[in-house]
């Protein structure tokens, strides 16, 4: 299933066929038509002070004109209307009365300033280099935390044709987060599932996914990538804390003390620069920025060449709603409804193979056959290398990796886009401790440490999936899809796998306890949502009547929020969560994920010793509780 960032990706479409310049899944940058795409050896400019680090340019190459000014404004930096000067003639038109004299001209206004002179003499904490879906959520994720930022990217506007096409459930929660999830769900339709299909289309096994996981939200939505990031740019115009400039292509980062110097060209080739604490590298899976850090991948084994169908037909096509993977080893092939007419199709073809108008209309016949005359539009036919890789590092300095900058996954669990938005959410919130809660830098350190592990389980995940559905003709193959038909038929094996991809984080500094790295579950709610109640910082949830007074400074130090597991109007679904992990009570990070449980009858966090000294806490690495009889525990503080 295709649900990849769409930031990276090489397609080898027919001239015409529009490929799209960020393509899920795939590895290289794509080519937008008549645009260049600066990478390769000996493209890195060299940077003359020590310790630079500088995104590779072709030298020579024409600057595609893109970009918008902030956010969505798109205006030529440097342009104005020629004034009319004062005392400007009137032609006159005959004999007749003479007419007043005119008074000079209004002048019209002067354009915003462009990029290269609002940045000028700037220093901002967080410079994001790209805007596609994980660059402008990071951007608003910061945002909400108070943090500011500047998006650079170097295309002019959000690249109309689809990408990425699935999300999880997640993902809608970091929307949700973002502001964005209620737009998103009018744009978008959940999805029933994953079928494994033989060749002759038998159904060998079902994955269900629910309306409602534990998120809150439809374990799967299909949709349209363009629309997600039209919705995505429009919430971060309206922040304050947030500018995005397009049209923009970053060429160096100089690692200075206390920050960096990011160097760019605008959309008329001028040079600007702009100083940020920190930069992040969102710029796709051919990342320039990747590339100047030196940066190499640890490859897991996967290559294989893909065709993508995009096509919109009001004709009757046989789905149930859902994908469907087709075990076919002659034919694999991947197909999923995204919208009310739009369909996506993945075949793995031969070298040779390059279907015209009539051919693939045979490939989707299993599907649909349109009447004679009825509309069949293929928006677009591109062919991709669908490869498995992580950067070995995801940091280097003062520059950090996320999305396909970071990871390229084939696409059969559809996880591309969600791991990219991950990342964002992992990220943000530590970056925006260390900025401005005090934390230790060590802290950023834990990104690379609970994000890639969980990444390469994903990646390794979809590779299993490919190779078991698609992994060749031989004995072995067959052996294989025969497995995983029988593993399929044993009770529970489906029921399992629908009720989430994605695993916990594995167990480090912060994720302590039992339930430490698992997600604190978004239960419905009589009124609102339980994510409100948590508020966007971190969170204390108890199920005991009252906090110990070992705990109560400690969540002030943290800034967290006081949440009683009772009597919030779910039906007592958050506390029995927390009976069944055995804990009194657990802490909430703001990315919802748990940093650390109180067991059942104990007074303190189990890892508190490895988390506090990181978050600066105040306290010492271990709480001194007085050895006498403690104190009646007080009630909880009202919400704040």
């Not at 007419?341 to 056959?369: Q, S």
Request: glycine share 14%; with cysteine.
């Amino acid at each position: 299933m295709s649900g990849e960032d769409g930031e990276g990706g090489r397609p080898r479409g027919r001239a015409g066929d529009g490929a799209a310049v960020r393509e899920p899944g795939a590895v290289e940058t794509p080519r937008e038509p008549g645009a260049e795409t600066p990478r390769g050896p000996g493209l890195v400019e060299t940077v003359r002070e020590p310790g630079a680090v500088e995104a590779p340019h072709e030298p020579g190459a024409a600057e595609t004109l893109r970009g918008p000014g902030p956010v969505e404004t798109v205006r030529e930096p440097g342009t104005m209307e020629t004034p009319h000067g004062p005392g400007a003639t009137k032609t006159p038109r005959g004999p007749g009365p003479v007419e007043a004299p005119q008074g000079p001209a209004p002048v019209e206004a002067p354009p915003e300033p462009g990029p290269v002179e609002a940045l000028r003499g700037r220093s901002v904490p967080v410079v994001i280099v790209g805007a596609g879906p994980v660059g402008v959520t990071t951007a608003l994720l910061l945002a909400r935390y108070g943090v500011r930022s500047v998006v650079l990217e170097r295309h002019r506007d959000v690249y109309p044709l689809p990408r990425a096409v699935a999300t999880d459930d997640e993902v809608g929660r970091i929307l949700q987060a973002v502001g964005v999830y209620e737009s998103f769900a009018a744009v978008s339709r959940p999805a029933r599932g994953l079928r494994l299909l033989d060749a002759g289309h038998g159904v060998i096994a079902e994955f269900r996914r629910t309306e409602r996981g534990a998120h809150g939200f439809a374990q799967t939505r299909m949709f349209d990538q363009p629309v997600l990031e039209r919705l995505l740019r429009d919430a971060l115009a309206d922040r304050r804390e947030a500018e995005l400039w397009g049209g923009v292509e970053v060429v160096s980062v100089q690692e200075e003390e206390g920050g960096s110097r990011v160097r760019f060209r605008d959309a008329a080739g001028r040079a600007g620069e702009v100083r940020a604490s920190y930069v992040l590298a969102c710029d796709g899976a051919g990342s320039p920025l990747r590339e100047a850090c030196g940066i190499g991948f640890e490859d897991l084994r996967f290559e294989e060449s893909w065709t993508v169908l995009d096509v919109r037909t009001p004709a009757a096509v046989r789905t149930w709603e859902g994908v469907d993977q087709v075990c076919d080893p002659r034919r694999p092939a991947t197909f999923m409804r995204i919208g009310e007419d739009r369909y996506r199709w993945e075949f793995r073809l031969g070298a040779d193979e390059d279907p015209d108008e009539a051919g693939v209309r045979a490939l989707v016949a299993p599907w649909v056959e349109p009447a004679p005359g009825e509309e069949f539009e293929v928006l677009r036919t591109a062919r991709y290398t669908f490869r498995a890789r992580l950067a070995e590092r995801w940091r280097h300095g003062r520059v950090f990796l996320l999305g396909d900058a970071a990871h390229q996954t084939p696409p059969f669990v559809g996880q591309g886009l969600c791991a990219g938005m991950r990342d964002a959410a992992n990220l943000s919130w530590k970056l925006a401790r260390v900025l401005g809660g005090g934390a230790d830098e060590r802290l950023l350190d834990t990104y690379e440490s609970e994000r890639r592990p969980h990444a390469r389980k994903l990646i390794l995940a979809a590779v299993a999936t490919g190779w078991a559905m698609t992994g060749g003709q031989d004995r072995a193959a067959a052996l294989r899809r025969a497995a995983v038909g029988a593993v399929c038929r044993v009770p529970g094996v489906t029921r399992l796998a629908g009720n989430g991809l994605a695993p916990p984080l594995r167990r480090g500094v912060l994720s302590a306890g039992r339930l430490g790295g698992r997600f604190c579950p978004q239960p419905g709610m009589r009124d609102g949502t339980f994510d409100d109640v948590l508020g966007p910082s971190f969170a204390l949830v108890s199920g005991a009547p009252a906090l110990t007074p070992a705990l109560r400074p400690l969540a002030a130090a943290l800034g967290a929020r006081l949440v009683p597991a009772h009597g919030l109007g779910d039906g007592g679904a958050l506390a029995a969560w927390l009976r069944a992990g055995g804990a009194d009570a657990v802490l909430v990070r703001p990315d919802r994920v748990v940093l650390d449980a109180v067991p059942r009858g104990g007074r303190e966090f189990a890892g508190i010793a490895g988390w506090a000294p990181l978050l600066r806490t105040g306290r010492a690495a271990r709480t001194d509780v007085d050895a006498r009889a403690p104190s009646p525990a007080e009630p909880f503080s009202p919400l704040r």
